[in-house]
């Protein structure tokens, strides 16, 4: 399927888009001919940055408006084609400190923006960003979306409730709604100021100022990662393909141990060193143990797949931050 | 395991004990020894009834309240050795005219109520009310634990919300919490008055009014039925007993169809008559197709199974209404 000329003059609204993968997705859509616009609440404890729009700030609407602002999102939804769903709370151990803003913004949020689509833009196609978080622990490796849901903080309880309403309203109400459930997803633009969203911003940014990567526990976990231009290529092919409608697909990448990947990232700097440490307290209790996604579904249905190495990925990113690293910290 | 020693001299509380469920259990463990309090909104619409409490009312403490009012749910926490979590939203159809009232409730009110409970009392022992309605339209039959999740109403999604964090709190804080998948329950003290939460008692209610049962579809779908003696041995079984907790165990029992079904009702009151009507507007897109589900596995670690036959079942609840049916309408 040629994602080309699917979003040729076409309106797209990210939410999050000032976010990580969302400014990612800006830059794309805007490459493809679409119009684009973002609707954000500019917290930066999620991962928004002004300067993740540096060079295309006149080109894009932005709304600042968290999802749960009715009025903001109404207008902000009117006449979209496309809706590309990414904000959300994330944060594990936030999720702990704050269930109820974590289940506030990622259920009631999501449900608002999902009823003001009903009744403004049915017609709106929409893939929401999920998380493998939901999963919990895994049975078996690798997960594939047949593996039972049994989340271990309250943020994978609330990011399942927002993907639930996104089928519901798929099989109810007939909507053109898709789920990913993504993996670790690293890239230029992602927050690596502190571990609060994600582990390895935070060891990008160690290495970055010299300090040692700090891995927890005793680095054989296993996860898998996806460059934000592989998961962008999900976001794009799924959001065009009627095939993905009402679907929930995993991402995923290919399996590697933290304590490679520490040895990786240190290998494509040129320097750097590692060391293993005790998990924190309250961190230990919601890891998950070892986990990587089966993808083989959105695969044979949409013909995803990722195509970035990771020592490409970790360069790619690298160079942004030896260039930007000042607007991140 | 002896239930009859587990709760005497014990505390207590039932959320939503005005209503169908939590008042028979109210008789039943102050049969069994124990002190009973009882939250409850005394929302009509969600089953509530002050009649429910006929002949006990002085025996048990009621806090008129929402399980989203904090400061009502600390004085009714306080103390207790357990908790059963009955309160909650559970009509299908109201939950896709007001999904926000539904998720508040069903997600927010199961969030405070376990935030309290942890910050006040972590060793109460909670059994949560859930629903089969979570596995959506069946992918095979029996239903067992291990199938998927892809609710089909909104009321499915905050649902299985409310199961999820009673999980994440025993997981994660290490709190004595259950979860039973609740079938089609039935038996005195159930609301008949309209079939705004179960079409059971509307059925009753028109075979008592001598008015035709009126079939959606064509008779053939098949569920399970638990006598409410039967729900209330599981409540009691899991609360008591340490097997139970972290898990989420279904209940069930015979499947009939509903064409069977209505005609044992007519034959046990003795006359009457049904007619097939198609679905309503709206009832068709969020109904499950077949229905029953599996229990082996509560029977296997708690020891639980059904026990009242469907006729007997039946007749108990014919005479509670020839007697008391004035105040159910």
Not at 63 to 77: F, G, L, P, S
Not at 149 to 164: C, F, H, I, Q, Y
Not at 169 to 192: K, Q, S
Not at 211 to 224: A, E, H, T, W, Y
Request: with cysteine; hydrophobic share 40%; proline share 5%.
């Amino acid at each position: 399927m040629d994602i080309a000329h699917s979003y040729r003059d076409k309106k797209a609204l990210i939410t999050g888009g000032l976010g990580f993968i969302g400014s990612n997705l800006a830059r794309k859509l805007l490459d493809l001919g679409a119009e684009v616009n973002i609707l954000d609440n500019a917290d930066p404890a999620t991962g928004a940055n002004p300067f993740n729009l540096d060079g295309i700030r006149q080109q894009v609407k932005v709304i600042e408006a968290d999802i749960q602002d009715e009025a903001k999102v109404k207008e902000a939804v009117q006449g979209q084609d496309f809706l590309f769903n990414l904000a959300g709370e994330m944060s594990h151990i936030g999720s702990m400190q704050d269930p109820f803003k974590d289940l506030s913004v990622n259920a009631v949020g999501q449900l608002k923006l999902l009823e003001v689509c009903r009744v403004t833009n049915p017609a709106v196609r929409i893939v929401f960003a999920g998380t493998r978080q939901v999963y919990g622990r895994p049975m078996y490796l690798p997960v594939d979306e047949k593996h039972l849901l049994t989340p271990l903080d309250n943020n994978g309880v609330s990011k399942r409730a927002g993907e639930m309403y996104h089928i519901v309203y798929n099989r109810v109400h007939g909507m053109a709604t898709c789920v990913l459930r993504m993996t670790n997803t690293y890239g230029p633009r992602m927050r690596i100021r502190d571990d609060r969203l994600t582990f390895i911003g935070w060891w990008f940014r160690q290495l970055l100022e010299g300090k040692p990567i700090q891995i927890f526990g005793d680095g054989s976990q296993i996860r898998d990662f996806n460059h934000v231009d592989d998961v962008m290529d999900a976001l794009l092919r799924c959001a065009a393909n009627p095939a993905a409608y009402g679907k929930i697909y995993n991402l995923g990448g290919e399996p590697i141990t933290l304590l490679e990947l520490a040895r990786l990232m240190i290998a494509v700097h040129g320097s750097g060193e590692y060391e293993i440490v005790p998990f924190p307290e309250g961190r230990k209790r919601i890891d998950i143990g070892d986990y990587y996604g089966n993808y083989g579904l959105i695969k044979s249905e949409v013909g995803w797949e990722p195509h970035v190495p990771l020592r490409d990925g970790i360069k790619d990113m690298l160079e942004y931050y030896y260039q930007h690293k000042r607007h991140y910290l």
